[in-house]
C-alpha cells in the first residue's frame, strides 16, 4: 500500500520559517514527480512546486510565482521524502499543504495519482 506521510506544519508568525517533511512508503519516487499543493478555508487547492527527476539525484523544480525565492523544495532518495523549506513566510502562506506523487505530474491536482493527508500550515500577522 502506497503512502504519502507529511509532517512539519504548524503555527508561526509573518516572517517565521517552517520545513514540511513528506514520506513515501510502499514504493520508491525517486524518479517520479513529486509535488506540493496548498488549500486555504473556502479555496481550491492550488499548485505550490513541482519535482522532476533529472539525473542520478538532481532533480528540477517549478515553483508557483507567489513562492519564488522563499520556498525550496528538495528531495532525498535515501529516505524516499520529498521536503519544502518555508522562509520568510506570510499570512497569505496559510493553509492545509498536501504532499502528492505521479509518474508524470503538471500543475494541475489531477494529474497525480498519490495524495498525504495533509498538514495545516498557520501563519500569524
Known amino acids: 500500500q502506497v503512502q504519502l506521510v507529511e509532517s512539519g506544519g504548524g503555527l508561526v508568525q509573518t516572517g517565521g520559517s517552517l520545513r514540511l517533511s513528506c514520506t513515501a512508503s510502499?514504493?520508491?519516487?525517486?524518479?517520479?514527480?513529486m509535488a506540493w499543493f496548498r488549500q486555504a478555508p473556502g479555496k481550491e487547492r492550488e499548485f505550490v512546486v513541482s519535482?522532476?527527476?533529472?539525473?542520478?539525484?538532481?532533480?528540477?523544480?517549478d515553483y508557483t510565482d507567489s513562492v519564488k525565492g522563499r520556498f525550496i523544495a528538495t528531495r532525498d532518495n535515501a529516505k524516499n521524502t520529498l521536503y519544502l523549506q518555508m522562509n520568510s513566510l506570510k499570512p497569505e502562506d496559510t493553509g492545509v499543504y498536501y504532499c502528492?506523487?505521479?509518474?508524470?505530474?503538471?500543475?494541475?491536482?489531477?494529474?497525480?495519482?498519490?495524495w498525504g493527508q495533509g498538514t495545516q500550515v498557520t501563519v500569524s500577522s
Open positions: 502528492a506523487a505521479a509518474s508524470q505530474g503538471g500543475l494541475r491536482p489531477h494529474t497525480y495519482d498519490y
Open positions: 519535482t522532476r527527476w533529472v539525473r542520478a539525484n538532481i532533480y528540477s523544480a
Open positions: 510502499g514504493r520508491t519516487f525517486s524518479n517520479d514527480d
